[in-house]
């Protein structure tokens, strides 16, 4: 363990000791806490166990993302499949999902009891993951909110590939396609929105090795200068799929907060405009309402 957090740290890898105890314990098949307590014990590993920790710490020193290694990415409480392909899940995507189904929760409330009276005869809350990637927020839904009938739209075949892993036993409704390019009788139909679609400016490289030579380019740039492109075709195309009084939200970056809730709020079909916190403060999300006959267009910013 302490060869492999030094070769770990001469590497640079950002978190050298708990990246060693999680490769550990992924070929252990037990726990980091208890990885942890058996190097702290003195504990041997069988040889061919050993050769291969040594083999993944190796990889991991070439700065090959810790979760392609392990096969698994944490998200909320679930472990999702990913690999080479793939955008893995950032924690600061789970807090948009937290967003996301305390807004469900709300409307199932409203709508009377989901499992009682609409999970039942199979008219349960409709929602769509825009770019779903490795089916991260669809996934937190469906496992968090059972009786929701989820979509997921994904336009690359590797990571849709990674996506139904993680999605189908959850029983999520897999398309892949273009975002920009969906079925016409989608439209009005759903009550709920979420996305992290591709926002990176084009001309800001990440300086993570892991980001800039792991994570696929389709799902780091969202087009043009200033990364908004792809999330300007998010507003619009969540604007034609809710239904009245439905709802979206959107991960960004934070200083692209202003002009996405100006967008929003410029959309004749959009309402109820906020921009979210993640838990450091920054602006990370933005939401907004389906105008319905009688809302009128505001735009507030709040923590959540």
């Known amino acids: 363990m302490r060869a492999a957090v030094a070769r770990l740290t001469e590497a640079?890898?950002?978190?050298?000791?708990?990246?060693?105890?999680?490769?550990a314990a992924h070929?252990?098949?037990?726990?980091?806490?208890?990885?942890?307590?058996?190097?702290l014990g003195g504990a041997r590993l069988e040889d061919a166990t050993a050769e291969?920790?040594?083999?993944?710490?190796?990889?991991?020193?070439?700065?090959?993302p810790l979760q392609h290694l392990t096969g698994l990415a944490p998200f909320r409480d679930l472990q999702?499949?990913?690999?080479?392909?793939?955008?893995?899940?950032?924690?600061?995507?789970?807090?948009?999902?937290?967003?996301?189904?305390?807004?469900?929760?709300?409307?199932?409330?409203?709508?009377?009891?989901?499992?009682?009276?609409?999970?039942?005869?199979?008219?349960?809350?409709?929602?769509?993951?825009?770019?779903?990637?490795?089916?991260?927020?669809?996934?937190a839904v469906a496992a968090e909110l059972p009786g929701a009938e989820v979509h997921a739209v994904e336009v690359?075949?590797?990571?849709?590939?990674?996506?139904?892993?993680?999605l189908e036993p959850l029983g999520v409704h897999l398309h892949c396609a273009d975002l920009r390019d969906l079925p016409e009788d989608w439209a009005e139909?759903?009550?709920?929105?979420?996305?992290?679609?591709?926002?990176?400016?084009?001309?800001?490289?990440?300086?993570?090795?892991?980001?800039?030579e792991h994570d696929p380019e389709v799902a780091l740039y969202g087009g043009g200068e200033d990364g908004l492109s792809l999330p300007h075709q998010v507003v619009e195309v969540a604007a034609m799929l809710l239904r009245e009084d439905g709802w979206f939200i959107m991960e960004h970056a934070?200083?692209?907060?202003?002009?996405?809730?100006?967008?929003?709020?410029?959309?004749?079909?959009?309402?109820?405009?906020?921009t979210h916190q993640d838990l450091t403060g920054r602006d990370r999300a933005t939401s907004a309402a389906r105008?319905?006959?009688?809302?009128e267009n505001t735009t507030t910013t709040m923590e959540e």
Request: charged share 25%.
């Open 80 to 139: 999702l499949r990913v690999g080479p392909g793939v955008f893995v899940p950032r924690p600061e995507t789970e807090q948009v999902a937290q967003i996301a189904l305390d807004r469900l929760h709300r409307l199932s409330g409203e709508r009377g009891e989901l499992r009682e009276h609409r999970a039942a005869d199979g008219a349960g809350l409709r929602v769509l993951d825009l770019g779903t990637g490795s089916g991260a927020l669809a996934a």
């Open 254 to 274: 934070e200083e692209q907060a202003e002009p996405l809730a100006a967008r929003c709020a410029a959309h004749p079909r959009l309402t109820a405009v906020r």
């Open 189 to 212: 139909t759903f009550d709920v929105v979420v996305s992290n679609p591709p926002y990176i400016p084009t001309s800001m490289v990440p300086v993570e090795v892991e980001v800039r």
């Open 52 to 64: 291969r920790f040594e083999l993944l710490v190796a990889e991991r020193s070439r700065r090959l």
């Open 27 to 39: 070929v252990l098949g037990v726990s980091r806490g208890r990885a942890a307590a058996l190097a």
């Open 156 to 166: 690359s075949a590797e990571a849709a590939a990674w996506a139904a892993l993680n």
């Open 291 to 295: 105008r319905s006959s009688m809302s």
């Open 12 to 23: 640079e890898v950002p978190s050298p000791r708990a990246d060693a105890e999680l490769l």
